[in-house]
């Protein structure tokens, strides 16, 4: 999969300039992200990035034929701005170069990989009126899939590749966002755009939803694969299952890796291997997140380490909790995560929120005490 496109000169420019090949996406970039907005990326940018592939339970680069073990971090920067009138993401407070800068203070923390999440109805034209404006800004949905799109390609420049994940939705009536328990009917038309729009970049993932279902720090004995397996699955007649959401991302031609999350807000792998749709190219995604579901070495050995066996597992928001003051679930899955072959994301990079939860407490990429820590775990894992 290679992106090419044919830059001619303007009308006005009286030198032909032929045979100049930049980057491509799909039949037609125009169409998938809006009429007026132009995509420019440099000659063949994913060359440096990785091109994950799955391999029976193992991710391989296809540039090498190497297995390849994802260590990164989740961006947040496109979940909220966009739904509550501040931009179209914490890019905009960073100017025009912004989506390089933040990819260079990115890829200083020497990661692979870089998961973004992203909101429904800012990228697709729901009538829920997203992306907000200001007085000072009018914003469309042509917008931010430009910023994402812009913003992937910098990522790649600087030699990562990408997992997009559906995470939020604008509230209805308010200008909030909220994260439903399970995906509602209109995402699949918006994985069958955004599989259109990425479908010939070989550096980018997909993961289906964030955190299917509600969290659980399994209070009951009853698994919530017992009543939500079928949804998760199937979806119903206000709801889309993983089925249809993996047939919209590859009926729009997108053949990359796919991540399936778990129940319990993406705690619980329990019955993932027996509800899981069919698909060569399907990955496993899962948080530890601190006090949930499955946050211990005998859970991840009893429910995580099965799966791992079959398919590829990658943990995406590893962290120290909101407050940023438990990171022993974080050190605990790192070693865990290492000795099993197993990706790891940690969460989570909050550009300009300077939270403790963060791992960055500046745009320029410092770390906060948790950040500190993550690095190290970071650097562990790439040992």
């Known amino acids: 999969m290679r992106r090419w496109t044919l830059v001619a000169a303007a009308a006005l420019v009286l030198t032909l300039v032929a045979g100049v090949l ?42 090498t034929g190497e297995a390849w073990t994802p260590r990164g971090v989740t961006w ?31 890829a200083a923390w020497d990661v692979d990989t870089v998961r973004l ?6 990228w697709s034209d729901t009538g829920r009126g997203a992306p907000v404006g200001d007085a000072f800004h009018a914003r469309d949905v042509a917008g931010y ?27 209805q009536g308010s200008d909030e966002v909220e994260r439903p328990a399970f995906p509602g009917s209109a995402s699949i038309a918006f994985w069958s755009l955004v599989g259109r729009t990425f479908a010939d970049d070989p550096s980018v993932m997909f993961e289906l939803y964030a955190r299917p279902g509600e969290p659980s720090t399994r209070s009951t004995s009853t698994s919530p694969w017992v009543d939500e397996g079928a949804l998760w699955r199937d979806g119903d007649y206000s709801h889309a299952g993983a089925t249809a959401l993996l047939e919209a991302v590859r009926g729009a031609g997108a053949e990359q890796p796919v991540l399936l999350a778990g129940l319990s807000a993406g705690q619980d792998l329990g019955s993932w291997l027996a509800l899981a749709p069919a698909d060569g190219q399907l990955v496993a995604s899962f948080q530890p997140t601190p006090g949930g579901a499955c946050a211990t070495t005998s859970c991840w050995d009893r429910e995580v380490a099965p799966v791992a066996d079959v398919v ?16 022993d679930v974080a050190r605990a899955y790192a070693r865990w995560a290492r000795q099993h072959g197993t990706g790891l994301l940690l969460g989570w990079w909050r550009t300009g929120a300077a939270d403790d939860g963060s791992l960055v407490s500046d745009d320029a990429g410092s770390p906060t005490a948790w950040g500190t820590v993550a690095a190290g775990l970071l650097a562990s894992a790439r040992d």
Do not use: M
């Open 22 to 63: 930049v980057a491509w996406r799909g039949a037609s970039l125009a169409d998938a992200v809006g009429d007026g907005v132009a995509a420019a990326t440099g000659a063949d940018a994913t060359d440096l990035a990785p091109e994950p592939i799955v391999e029976g339970s193992t991710l391989v680069d296809a540039r």
């Open 76 to 106: 947040t920067g496109f979940a909220t701005a966009c739904a509550q009138g501040w931009g179209y993401s914490t890019l905009d407070a960073l100017g025009e170069d912004g989506a390089a800068q933040e990819a260079a203070a990115l």
């Open 117 to 122: 999440t992203l909101n429904l109805d800012c």
């Open 145 to 171: 899939r430009a910023q994402v799109v812009a913003f992937v390609d910098a990522l790649h420049a600087e030699g990562l590749a990408v997992v997009l994940s559906l995470d939020t939705r604008k509230a």
């Open 312 to 327: 590829p597992v990658v943990a995406t928001e590893v962290s120290a909790g909101e407050d940023g003051t438990d990171a």
